[in-house]
């Protein structure tokens, strides 16, 4: 089984990333479920496509 955490991230302390640690050791740990988790995946392709500015790019070119 394969969980995606969904849940907000852009108002969210720390994206949201806090309680998605949690639940993804609980749902590996007690189901041996994987997860996949937006946080690491949207910093991932931020990486990728060099989009480190990216929230600046929203208010400065909307």
């Known amino acids: 089984m394969i969980a995606y955490l969904s849940g907000g991230m852009e ?27 937006p946080v690491i995946e949207s910093s991932n392709l931020v990486k990728k496509h060099e989009a480190e500015n990216y929230r600046e790019w929203k208010q400065s070119d909307p």
């Open 11 to 37: 108002y969210a302390d720390n994206k949201g990333a806090n309680w998605r640690t949690e639940i993804t050791a609980w749902l590996k740990e007690s189901l041996g479920h994987d997860v996949i988790d």
